[in-house]
């Protein structure tokens, strides 16, 4: 008997979770839960689970269309990704990616209908500078800046879903993100940074999470945040981050 049918939605499966590189999805729950704490809000609400699910759609629908965009200088420099290799279509992989962060945005706006403007404004300046540094990352001096600020504005949506404002113990942890994010980025774009060393740098989001979160008396999410970088680390060994 034939098994070949059985086997394709496993294979469709880890396709989708390699174009999605779904390794550092820990990475950004923490971000999630740090934005939380930094706006002083209660890490039981039940706004929770439903902000990890959205920041985890942007992200998701930000490697696909990073893999979208990048199509063409992968089929020189990464034939084994999943586009170039010829596993799927790049109009698929677009309309999945922009379809994704459009669904993130939707959820944060429904949970923040009541806080006014700001979770609206927050999730259109986060998916648009997803967008943006996927079609202008390379040769763009800027794309690294761009990078870190897709990360430094979970923080900032978090907040104006959960409080409705900034404050400045939010922004002054967003610049600290942005910063290390930054300093992450131009280390992956140097041509001898092995993806191994990206990928630890990567994980170490969720340590900066983790003292950020221990420094504001939120020692049960910063230990959580411990959690999700050996968490990183494991996946990256099964599915590659970069």
């Not at 985890?56 to 269309?65: A, R, V």
């Not at 999943?82 to 799927?88: Q, R, S, V, Y």
């Not at 959820?107 to 979770?119: N, S, T, Y």
């Not at 761009?146 to 979970?154: D, E, G, P, V």
Request: hydrophobic share 55%; glycine share 10%; net charge positive.
């Amino acid at each position: 008997m034939d098994s070949r049918p059985m086997r394709l939605p496993v294979e469709r499966v880890i396709l989708l979770l390699r174009l999605g590189r779904v390794s550092n999805l820990p990475t950004v729950w923490t971000n999630t839960v740090t934005g939380i704490v930094l706006a002083g809000g209660n890490l039981l609400s039940i706004e929770v689970p439903a902000l990890i699910v959205a920041f985890s759609f942007f992200y998701i629908g930000g490697m696909f269309l990073n893999d979208a965009f990048d199509r063409d200088s992968d089929s020189r420099a990464r034939p084994d990704r999943p586009i170039p290799a010829g596993l799927i279509q790049a109009n698929s992989v677009f309309a999945m990616g922009y379809g994704m962060v459009l669904l993130g945005s939707i959820i944060v706006i429904i949970l923040g209908m009541d806080k006014g403007w700001a979770p609206a404004v927050s999730a259109a300046a986060l998916g648009t500078a997803i967008v943006a540094y996927d079609a202008y990352h390379k040769q763009n001096p800027f794309g690294p800046g761009l990078m870190a600020l897709c990360r430094a504005l979970i923080y900032v949506t978090v907040a104006a879903v959960i409080e409705g404002h900034i404050t400045a113990t939010v922004m002054t942890g967003a610049a600290i993100l942005f910063g290390y994010v930054t300093a992450l980025t131009y280390a992956a774009k140097r041509a001898r940074a092995l993806p191994s060393t990206v990928g630890k740098l990567i994980a170490g989001i969720a340590l900066l999470d983790a003292v950020l979160m221990a420094g504001l008396g939120a020692f049960g999410g910063a230990g959580s945040a411990l959690l999700a970088f050996f968490l990183t680390r494991r996946w990256q060994r099964v599915i590659q981050g970069t």
